[in-house]
């Protein structure tokens, strides 16, 4: 009973510190973080510092990994079942997927995609696949004539005709398959429908199986039920490594490294994301108004309070000026007058940058 009461009394002392800050720091209190506050270091510097950090837990990760290793005759199993492998967990899954590959997978033939690069072409990927199935088909069935005709005619394809023929390849060997690893399906390059959607496609033809990996916290939005259940047909396997993102990590900006669009664009959103939902979206109207106006002095005040309250973004000018002294506060933005006198509002970044921004936010 006293240790009911203890913690009741714990959870009470909590709450109560909890509504006492709210009330000593108010609403209107404003943050005083700046672009300039952000101290930004050389970008190879940070990169090799990151790069030799000494890993810890060693012992512990090689039995994790030798774990893993024991459960590979189990996913083969499951590969000539039909399913596709997905793997998922806190740490780079790349070497896993590749010695998995290389050690139980040596019997199938096996295309990789790399989906942490900054382009994927797909359609070169289901090239290789097809001219990579025509071969083994032809070996098997000791009969070139048809399917050569078909493999020369693959480069002028167009992707619908290339997934066809994959799908229309018959054989009666159920283990005649080939193993597509993805790193990271849920890539920069790959993030879009219409990829997600040809995935899905090869994923669902009978002479492919998927295994992929996947570090987005949101990466189960991509797919609709119909992709996971009857697509990819995924198997979800939880396989934390711990092992750091070095080759993935070498296609991201840095946000603490200095020099490039992109950094600047990554330090404008973290200050941005701090600000309220209706602030961002007031700023997202200014840099609209700024990229398609690229010789104009900016923004007229009146007309980003006329184009901010249509959108109901804020309901008066006082709301208006609130924002945009958080912005003058954060200096991402500037003011200055135009030749009729008019005050405009200007964001001081590239068109690149702002562009990068924009892109940040949405996502």
């Known amino acids: 009973m006293e240790d009911i009461d203890n913690i009741e009394e714990d959870e009470f002392g909590f709450s109560r510190n909890y509504f006492l800050a709210k009330e000593l720091g108010g609403s209107s209190k404003r943050s005083a973080r700046k672009l300039s506050d952000i101290s930004l270091v050389d970008e190879q510097e940070l990169r090799e510092t990151a790069f030799n950090i000494e890993t810890k837990h060693e012992k512990e990760i090689d039995e994790l990994l030798n774990e893993y290793k024991t459960m590979y005759p189990k996913w083969v199993f499951e590969l000539r079942c039909g399913f596709g492998l997905l793997m998922y967990g806190f740490g780079s899954k790349k070497g896993l997927l590749e010695d998995f590959a290389s050690s139980s997978l040596t019997e199938y033939s096996v295309v990789v995609i790399n989906g942490y690069l900054p382009s994927v072409n797909l359609k070169q990927v289901l090239l290789a696949i097809a001219e990579l199935l025509s071969e083994q088909l032809k070996s098997r069935r000791k009969s070139s004539g048809s399917l050569a005709k078909g493999q020369e005619a693959f480069p002028s394809r167009s992707v619908d005709d290339i997934l066809s023929f994959i799908n229309g390849s018959q ?132 007309d980003l309070y006329s184009a901010s309250r249509e959108r109901f973004f804020v309901s008066s000018q006082v709301t208006l000026n609130s924002h945009l002294t958080e912005f003058k506060d954060h200096e991402l933005v500037k003011t200055k007058r135009n030749s009729d006198g008019q005050e405009c509002l200007n964001i001081p970044l590239s068109s690149d940058a702002l562009r990068q921004l924009l892109l940040d936010l949405s996502q």
């Open 171 to 302: 054989s009666e060997d159920k283990d005649c398959f080939i193993c597509v690893v993805v790193h990271n399906i849920d890539g920069p390059a790959l993030r879009d429908p219409e990829s997600q959607q040809t995935l899905a496609q090869l994923a669902a033809c009978s002479h492919i199986r998927i295994i992929a990996s996947i570090d987005h916290v949101n990466a189960p939005l991509l797919w609709d039920k119909k992709m996971v259940h009857k697509q990819f047909n995924w198997l979800w396997h939880h396989v934390p490594t711990f092992a750091p993102y070095k080759v993935e990590g070498v296609f991201f900006p840095l946000v603490l490294a200095q020099g490039s669009t992109a950094q600047t664009a990554k330090t404008a959103a973290i200050v941005l994301q701090s600000l309220t939902p209706n602030a961002q979206n007031v700023f997202k109207i200014l840099a609209d108004y700024q990229l398609s106006h690229p010789d104009e002095d900016g923004m007229p005040t009146e």
